[in-house]
């Protein structure tokens, strides 16, 4: 079992759907990411969770709206999207320290979510 | 700027070749660096983190180059299986720790 498991694996919506993506870690880690890959681009980082705080919120658009209900789950809720927004979601744990620098990211397999 | 900068790739290699990959990074006050492997259709794995004094695994060398902000990955006697992408990953010291990814060089190993 991985330590990471993203559902569902692959996605197609329209613009007006309601949708959510689920991340859950086994790995006892006490932060959880969301992060958007498109083709081309770089990983962007969109939330960070750390013990269950939003504790970072990278200017993305409200139609994304994170919950993290506790330190091993993670939810990405999306509303009313833009083709744009087809990308690859990845969702990843990792266990921070005191001073809330993040050792080793664990990713999940990620999401891949189309929208027409 | 871009805060990660990687060679933009592809590399297209034979197998036993040795290949480098150069990152730059613009924010000086980086506080620790990896590099991450990424197959295709998977997701980023850590491959190593980067030391000051440069470190090795096997056929992999880092190394770190603070002054220049750069940081580079050597991989010797290349093998099919090292076919991915490889992301340079800066965490600046000033940011929390959060990590900022580079995009990536693709590496293509070929018979």
């Known amino acids: 079992e991985t330590g990471v498991t993203q559902t569902p694996r692959h996605l197609v919506m329209g613009m007006t759907n309601k949708k959510s993506l689920k991340c859950e870690q086994h790995l006892g880690h006490n932060a959880m990411y969301w992060y958007k890959q498109s083709a081309k681009k770089p990983l962007e980082l969109m939330f960070v969770?750390?013990?269950?705080?939003?504790?970072e919120n990278n200017s993305v658009p409200s139609r994304f709206s994170p919950e993290c209900p506790n330190s091993s789950h993670l939810f990405l809720h999306l509303h009313t999207l833009q083709p744009e927004d087809s990308a690859l979601y990845l969702c990843a744990s990792s266990q921070e320290d005191m001073r809330g620098y993040t050792g080793e990211l664990f990713f999940g397999e990620g999401s891949r979510l189309t929208v027409l | 700027r871009k805060e990660v900068e990687q060679d933009p790739g592809p590399f297209n290699v034979p197998e036993g070749a040795t290949v480098a990959f150069n990152c730059t990074y613009s924010?000086?006050?980086?506080?620790?660096f990896f590099w991450y492997r990424q197959d295709c259709r998977k997701e980023p794995k850590l491959l190593m983190s980067v030391y000051s004094s440069g470190n090795e695994d096997g056929r992999f060398t880092a190394q770190l180059n603070r002054a220049s902000q750069y940081i580079s990955l050597l991989i010797r006697d290349s093998k099919l299986s090292d076919s991915a992408t490889y992301l340079c990953v800066v965490s600046p010291y000033n940011q929390g720790g959060k990590l900022i990814f580079g995009q990536g060089t693709e590496l293509s190993v070929k018979p």
């Open positions: 924010n000086s006050a980086s506080q620790s």
């Open positions: 969770y750390s013990l269950e705080e939003r504790v």
